[in-house]
């Protein structure tokens, strides 16, 4: 992959606003990609690319990446940014809403990464429990969301989007089957295991 024209992808979007994975949060997750070597990773909201393309160092010899984004600039720059770093042939994206999209896919995946509307993370994770291997990972950025999710503080605007990511975070921690952890990184980053 070349890290030349990854750097350029990721100064770029900082500098257009464009919100991609935070440095702290893409070690974590890295490392986690380091340990399984997965053969498929799901990605929902590629935004640019970013993260996907940092994630194809990780796969396993002819694993691949399916990352879905609804808004179609984005899509073409993502493309244009695999294509310029090299790694087309490991990254597929899905141009529409993940509401629609998730329930026709049916492969298994041993990484999910959520990363898209916040107040759609309770419905990303039951499509998610079904799309996950077994001892597969799911792993779920911004869940803190500014604090604003761990807080009883419920006046501001964004009330619908934290109650969804307080469903989210309580059912995936109940959940039997998987064992929750919930890291400060980033805005928060909830990593889910599956047990068998
Ligand atoms: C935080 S960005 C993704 C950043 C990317 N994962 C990275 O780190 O480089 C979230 C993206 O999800 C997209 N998105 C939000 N809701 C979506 C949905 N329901 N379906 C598909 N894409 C969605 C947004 O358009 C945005 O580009």
């Known amino acids: 992959m070349n890290k030349i024209e990854l750097e350029k992808i990721k100064e770029h979007a900082l500098k257009e606003h464009i919100p991609i994975i935070m440095d702290d949060t ?3 997750v890295n490392k986690i990609l380091k340990e399984i070597r997965p053969k498929r990773i799901l990605e929902i909201g590629t935004a640019v690319g970013y993260s996907s393309i940092c994630f194809t160092e990780f796969l396993c010899e002819n694993g691949v990446i399916d990352t879905i984004e609804r808004e179609e600039e984005r899509v073409l720059e993502a493309k244009a940014n695999i294509k310029n770093t090299g790694v087309e042939e490991k990254v597929n994206i899905y141009l529409g809403d993940a509401v629609e ?48 999710v761990m807080s009883d503080y419920n006046k501001h605007k964004q009330r619908t989007a934290v109650r969804n990511l307080r469903e989210f975070l309580k059912e995936i921690q109940e959940n039997p089957d998987f064992e929750t952890e919930i890291l400060e990184v980033g805005d928060g980053l909830s990593i889910s295991k599956k047990r068998y």
């Open 101 to 148: 999209i998730l329930p026709t896919l049916n492969n298994k995946y041993d990484v999910i990464f959520i990363d898209a509307a916040k107040g759609k993370y309770p419905f990303f994770l039951e499509q998610a429990i079904r799309l996950i291997n077994c001892k597969g990972v799911i792993i779920a950025d911004n869940v803190l969301y500014k604090g604003y």
């Open 26 to 28: 893409l070690e974590v």
